[in-house]
């Protein structure tokens, strides 16, 4: 039972840079992992980046790995994505999602195992 806002999309250039955050809240927040998602028009929704919460490990696809970074911020209960080097084929909107969870390793990256998702934002990038 987790509320999960987003917010930091917008517009930027090639090679630009962009920090997406996503406040968590509720009753109880004891997710296993925290990941970040995106679908672009006419594509199915794939997985960034995922964080295990307890240990801070991170996943990431391979499209953008050495350019994305998630990290969790326990005192304020948020999790970040920052985005460096972006490309035209980062445009997507960009979900924040949360699942009760573990053990999936790079399997994480689905979202079929995730119950909790934010409302998306928008990260346009231009060529």
């Known amino acids: 039972q987790v509320q999960l806002v987003e917010s930091g999309g917008g517009s930027v250039q090639t090679g630009g840079s962009l920090r997406l955050s996503c406040a968590a809240s509720?009753?109880?927040?004891?997710?296993?992992?925290m990941a970040w998602f995106r679908q672009a028009p006419g594509k199915e929704r794939e997985g960034v980046a995922v964080i295990v919460t307890s240990t801070t490990f991170a996943y990431y696809a391979d499209s953008v790995k050495g350019r994305f970074t998630i990290s969790l911020d326990n005192a304020k209960n948020t999790v970040y994505l920052q985005m460096t080097d972006l490309m035209a084929e980062d445009t997507a909107i960009y979900y924040c999602?949360?699942?009760?969870?573990?053990?999936?390793?790079?399997?994480?990256?689905?979202?079929?195992?995730?119950?909790?998702w934010g409302q998306g934002t928008q990260v346009t990038v231009s060529s």
């Open positions: 999602a949360a699942t009760r969870q573990a053990g999936l390793g790079y399997r994480a990256l689905s979202p079929i195992y995730y119950d909790n």
């Open positions: 509720g009753y109880t927040i004891n997710s296993h992992y």
